[in-house]
């Protein structure tokens, strides 16, 4: 939840001389420094900072690292056993032999044999059309046992021709399914390599999610890896207030592990998509000063500067009654122009002078 106020006081400035605490207290406006920011409640986290997840669903079988360990980019974190991969993967192996060119040498072998079969029938017909070619040529036979002998010739020419198409269909189609059964165990191989689930980027293992024996999938994180040294602030800004953040604004923030002091970051990034839920826009910072120790998630509270002034007229602004009104000594009403406003006091414009003076008006 995000504080309904619109603005937040960051430092706690001395009382104003003579504040409206008590009802009908009077005061003077006093000519002051005024300060315009944006309040933000933010966590600390590490640069690069993500979840890593597992590729395979299965079962954890060992755990390499420990929180706290830095690490390298490649470095095993975890081994998962997946029993349903590595049967695939032998799968893939056993189709891989079973499809190898040198295994089914003998279906070529049959089609070769095909090929010198149609060859030779192909041969005997060739001749026997010859020799009656030549025997009707010299009226000896039928014209009946002429066509015979060259149909019979021409039926072996194509089973001949059809015996070399099914040879060469027959060798192609067992050299693709000779590569694809290899490259689909190359596949089913390299999957392998997933059953660890390795670091992508150099870090510190800041969590460990999972536990020995436990299941994993491919949507829920096992660990949270970060820089080791390099952290950022990561603040929720009201959509009220988010068209106000630029770029470059400086942020001051405190946090519970610091009390009592006031560090400063600098805005490096508004992310643009707004959390529907919450209604807000993540906003990042950059570190100008920071504490000596720092650790992810720690949460901190922060104003981000719009503007500021120096030597303005303000009064408290417990004092306004409607945002425009301040009730004068007389007991009359003034209406008056506001210019900046903090949590404690507001910039007037028009409306008073340092010698007036005020009071709080009945509440």
């Known amino acids: 939840m995000f504080l309904t106020m619109k603005y937040y006081p960051f430092i706690i400035v001395l009382l104003l001389l003579g504040s409206c605490k008590k009802s009908n207290q009077k005061i003077s406006p006093v000519v002051q420094n005024i300060t315009e920011s944006v309040y933000a409640s933010g966590i600390v986290k590490s640069l690069n900072q993500f979840q890593v997840f597992s590729t395979v669903n299965g079962l954890i079988r060992e755990i390499y690292v420990t929180e706290g360990d830095t690490i390298s980019k490649g470095t095993a974190l975890m081994k998962v056993l997946n029993e349903s991969s590595a049967l695939n993967t032998y799968n893939a192996r056993l189709a891989a032999d079973n499809a190898g060119m040198q295994v089914n040498s003998e279906k070529l072998n049959e089609a070769k044999l095909g090929i010198t079969t149609a060859q030779n029938k192909m041969k005997d017909d060739s001749l026997l059309l010859w020799r009656q070619r030549n025997l009707w040529s010299q009226g000896i036979g039928s014209r009946v046992e002429y066509e015979q002998k060259q149909l019979a010739y021409k039926n072996s020419l194509a089973a001949y021709q059809v015996a070399g198409i099914h040879y060469r269909e027959l060798k192609r189609q067992l050299e693709f399914a000779s590569k694809q059964s290899q490259t689909n165990l190359k596949i089913s191989s390299l999957q392998t390599g997933d059953y660890y689930i390795k670091a992508e980027t150099s870090g510190k293992v800041y969590k460990i999610l999972k536990e020995k024996g436990e299941s994993v999938n491919l949507l829920s994180p096992v660990a949270i890896i970060g820089d080791a040294a ?50 807000s826009f993540t906003v990042k910072a950059a570190f100008v000063t920071m504490p000596a120790t720092l650790y992810p998630n720690l949460s901190l509270e922060a104003n981000i500067v719009i503007q500021q002034k120096e030597k303005v007229l303000t009064i408290p602004r417990n004092c306004l009654a409607g945002d425009s009104m301040v009730k004068l000594a007389s007991g009359k009403m003034r209406k008056v122009v506001v210019g900046l406003m903090d949590y404690q006091k507001a910039e007037i414009l028009k409306g008073l002078t340092a010698g007036d003076v005020i009071e709080e008006p009945a509440r």
């Open 230 to 279: 390099n952290f950022l602030i990561e603040m929720k800004v009201d959509e009220y207030d988010i068209a106000r953040i630029r770029h470059g604004q400086r942020v001051l923030y405190t946090m519970d592990s610091y009390k009592g002091k006031v560090f400063e970051a600098m805005v490096s990034k508004i992310e643009p998509l707004m959390d529907e839920q919450s209604r």
